[in-house]
């Protein structure tokens, strides 16, 4: 998962894919306007945005929902880290498969061409984001203690007890 965010944004929770050359704004200036309501088409502007880059617009607007019940921004990496669980949860087939991937490129794979469906799927695409996937892999998953990280109290504890039974 970390390599396919990375491939998307960067993991650049504010990043917005061609935002300065449709709105004119920069991605600071764009999020505070969906987040204050001046922009008001943020589900249908045809901007993708965020961690995993939403686009499609029944996914923008339930990121958009998720932050505005939270009272926070759309930019907020926590909001698009609950969202995004939230999301993987209706993708029961994806979750499992990725429980139960072997390898980087097995997990990557399912992200990839089974919930994030982008256009390109290429055997190029497919390997760039397994050696993300890698980089991630080897600087966090090896590692004998869990690190404190701020997650969403919602499923922290349930992230916890799968990676000290991976350890």
């Known amino acids: 998962m970390m390599g ?8 650049n929770p504010i990043l917005g894919n061609n935002v300065k050359k ?9 999020t505070a306007a969906v987040d204050s309501g001046k922009n008001d088409n ?9 961690l995993a880059q939403w686009y499609y617009h029944t996914r923008k607007k ?13 930019g907020d990496i926590n909001v698009q880290l609950e969202y ?3 999301e993987l949860q209706s993708y029961k087939t994806v979750l499992n498969a990725l429980y ?4 980087i490129r097995e997990a990557s794979d399912v992200v990839l061409v089974r919930f994030e469906k982008p256009a390109n799927q290429s055997e190029a695409v497919k390997k760039m984001r397994e050696k993300y996937g890698q980089k991630y892999y080897d600087k966090y998953a090896q590692k004998k203690e869990i690190v404190n ?9 349930e992230i916890k007890n799968k990676l000290e039974k991976l350890l």
Not at 5 to 10: G, R, T
Not at 22 to 30: A, D, F, I, M, V
């Open 62 to 74: 339930g990121l958009l929902e998720k932050a505005r019940s939270s009272n926070k921004s759309i």
């Open 42 to 50: 943020f589900v249908n502007d045809g901007i993708a945005y965020g």
């Open 100 to 103: 139960q991937a072997k390898s």
């Open 84 to 86: 995004l669980w939230i």
């Open 4 to 11: 396919n965010l990375f491939a998307e944004s960067s993991l």
């Open 149 to 157: 990280v701020k997650l969403p109290k919602k499923f922290a504890k």
């Open 22 to 30: 449709k709105t004119g704004l920069t991605n600071e200036q764009y």
